[in-house]
């Protein structure tokens, strides 16, 4: 345990070290500025957008939370596979134009695009609280990756998460996005050796994958429940792919993915970064049969924690100096993504209330210092959510982030390829799809874990008088909701001449790149 | 300034073929055949990922502009 223990805090101070000297890195003349401190200068080439965005995307949570999935639950789990595949392809058009014509105009957050693109304060203060809503929970589940890991070592005690988000939030507000940046190289390092170790050691002292996957067959054949097992059966199969689908049209609508592609550099940049991101989706399908290995091993989660699993794989299967550096990987892998959610949300508060609603004539260095703070409440405001509230609950908020979210996509995926609809429309359909959504999420019982509501995602279509026993992703029934909201409202609102607001982009703003005479690259501007 | 610049080519529907083929479940949902020991449930769908790389580098190389 001691070994485990002190390689851990090692490599964890190495990590916060280099967050404090990022500030730095790639010298910025001026950090005083949401551009630099925001979104690191916009400068950032191939490799360190892979490993920003990689870092940013597959975060400790998912690293626990996917294994612990199939543990539990068997082949659903694993529809984070699918879902990380499908992303790229699905998103490369969209993401190119949303840089380009957040580079003409000096757009740091969707919510700024939606401003521009639609003419509405109401309509992008209804994208910025959604983002900022969603991102929270996220932040804190960060922490239960790290806590799952410290439960794992025997320490116990609120006093070393704490400790770890405070050095966390010391670097964030000085170096800014930088950090982040910075310490994902490491943190990407460390988890790609310990998986490479974990999926070519761990079998051969299991005999081998075919009976990893019996004793997984053998745990499933056991339980009553009709919805596990190491396939799909043909209630949940819809489940399956909706949610992959859901889950893959919302990642790019979270903030903090929108901050890691508008720091990059050029369009070509983010296009060959979607050939290159899948890396991180194989390393992740690999970590989801960790899940498996578990239960060949035999180990059993800490208390009813099944977030616990796979660090208690790791204690069990590893020497005791690389289980230390295997649980480092995880806690590294958690501040990652919570520094750069928490900037995403804090530039969502400054640019899109801040300096919307409170000081509308903000200084780039006014607005960078809002930034700064807003992104220390956050993290405080994460912790507080971890240690006085059951863990469980933003568990459930996040279910929830994902189907929120999901209702942004009209306004800001849409809005880039097309004008056609009404900010009206918009706004009622992002009312009826939110309200949906959370109608349908409160109405998911989940009897394994003794939930009434948030039990999952899966929402049973019976429930809407059809005669199946078929399961479908509520965000994904919440998002047709919307949409068809949103198309009778601006039909509606067209013929009845309601006034819509001004757009402020050109066409040709959407195809812009680096290099173009009115693509700023470091120049701050104050446009829009 | 020179022709109006599109994001439009007929490259991009390549696209559409890494988005629905791990959408069907048919393709995927068995148990045979094993590859090392893996069902095919989990090998197939994570081989998957070379045909989302091999059609986003496609795109990419087919829509570069000239610079």
Known sequence: ??????????????????????????????????????????????????FLVGGDLYTAYTFVAVPALLFGAGATGFFAVPYTVIVYPLVMIVLIRL?????????????????????????????????????????????????????????????PLIIAFAILAAYTYQSGLRAPALIAFVKDALIYVVILVAVIYIPTQLGGWGSIFDA????????????????LNANNQLQYVTLALGSALALFLYPHSVTGVLASKNRDVIKRNMSALPAYSVLLGLIALLGYMAIAAGVTPIGTDVNTVVPQLFDKMFPDWFAGVAFAAVGIGALVPAAI????????????????????????AQQASASKIASLVVKVGAVLFIL???????????????????????????GLFTRWFHRAGLIAGWIAGMGAGVLMLYNIANPATNHAHFGSSAFALSKLGLDTKMTIYAGFLALAVNLIVALLGT?????????????????????ADQGDPRVHDLEVSSST | MTTPRTDRSPWNWLLLLPIAIPLIPALFNAVEPRLFGIPLFYWLQLSFVLVSVAATLVVYHMTRRAR
């Open chain 1, 1 to 50: 345990m001691t070994t485990e223990i002190v390689i851990f805090t090692v490599l964890f101070l190495i990590v916060s070290g280099m967050g404090f000297v990022a500030s730095r890195w790639r010298r910025p003349d001026d950090i005083a500025s949401l551009h630099e401190w925001g979104l690191g200068g916009r400068n950032f080439g191939s490799w360190i957008t892979w």
């Open chain 1, 99 to 159: 840089w380009s014509v957040s580079h003409v105009h000096g757009l740091v957050t969707p919510a700024d695009f939606v401003r521009a693109r639609f003419g509405s304060p109401t309509l992008a203060l209804l994208v910025a609280i959604t983002g900022i809503v969603a991102t929270m929970p996220y932040i804190a589940l960060q922490l239960v990756g790290i806590e799952a890991v410290l439960k794992t070592m025997g320490v116990t005690g609120d006093l």
């Open chain 1, 216 to 231: 997984a067959q053998a745990k499933f054949d056991k339980t009553p429940a009709a919805t596990d097992g190491i396939l």
């Open chain 1, 341 to 364: 959610m928490s900037i995403a949300a804090a530039n969502l508060f400054t640019r899109n209330i801040y300096r919307e609603y409170i000081k509308r004539d903000a200084t780039d």
């Open chain 1, 388 to 414: 006085l509230i059951d863990p469980q609950f933003s568990i459930d908020l996040q279910l929830i982030g994902g189907v929120i979210i999901l209702q942004t996509l009209p306004s800001v995926a849409l």
């Open chain 1, 491 to 511: 039909v509606i609102a067209k013929s009845a001449k309601v006034a819509d607001g001004p757009d402020a982009t050109r066409t040709d703003d959407y195809t």
